[in-house]
């Protein structure tokens, strides 16, 4: 449990990992943002406040900004596009699956419904949203989406996800006032990444879609939502 709860919470944990792994920690923030981008199964690992952190530490000379930088944005695109040629190939499958600790079918339609109203775009928005960031390449596997045009996104969101975010920590991260305040601008950094969670659940509590039940979505519902975005 104390593994698990060092993964999780790995941000927190950092400054002791580096210190006991040394260079071996790039390889470690390497995993944990292709397991959070590229598994459906761990989307409840630190992704925001894990990159500002990163760059944060990176200002500090405790990392080197020319390594960790290109090593997270290889691990967002890479995480990204295994995460879509798995839903690609499970597909009807997955339909198939009885709700988990790990899997949640709602998941499935929440990331379908962004897809309804945001197009390929959510590639890119869900790069800033906890939950939706692990699903969207997985729906897009599911639903067929052109690998060009995933790709296209894809690399475009992961850019603007890990360099928006790292660089961020690497040149806020140094000045007094987020030093001396460090552990309330990192919650600041988790509060503003879970702002389009907690819309979306007013959302879906208080004005659902008739007719909608969120642990229902169909394969041909998903595939019918790439059809009608002209996705696939």
Do not use: C
């Amino acid at each position: 449990m104390e593994l698990i709860d060092a993964v999780i919470h790995f941000d927190e944990f950092l400054p002791q990992i580096i210190n006991l792994f040394g260079p071996w920690t790039y390889v470690l923030l390497f995993g944990i943002i292709f397991a959070e981008t590229g598994l459906v199964i761990t989307p409840i690992l630190p992704g925001d406040s894990l990159l500002f952190i990163v760059g944060t530490f990176s200002g500090s000379g405790f990392l080197n900004i020319l390594i960790v930088y290109p090593t997270l944005l290889a691990a967002a695109i890479i995480g990204d596009s295994v995460n879509y040629w798995v839903g690609h190939r499970l597909g009807p499958k997955v339909f198939r699956k009885e709700n988990s600790r790990l899997f949640n079918k709602s998941y499935l339609e929440k990331t379908r419904e962004f897809y309804e109203r945001h197009g390929g775009k959510t590639i890119i928005l869900a790069r800033f949203i906890p939950i939706i960031r692990t699903f969207a390449p997985f729906v897009a596997g599911i639903g067929r989406m052109k690998y060009r045009t995933f790709l296209f996104y894809n690399v475009l969101g992961g850019f603007i996800w890990v360099t928006s975010l790292t660089f961020a920590g690497y040149f806020l991260g140094v000045l007094p006032i987020v030093k001396n305040n460090f552990e309330y601008a990192v919650y600041i950094i988790i509060f503003v990444s879970l702002i389009p969670v907690f819309i979306e659940i007013i959302r879906h509590k208080f004005f659902p879609k008739p007719g909608v039940h969120d642990d229902k979505v169909s394969y041909r519902e998903v595939e019918d939502t790439f059809k009608k975005e002209k996705l696939q």
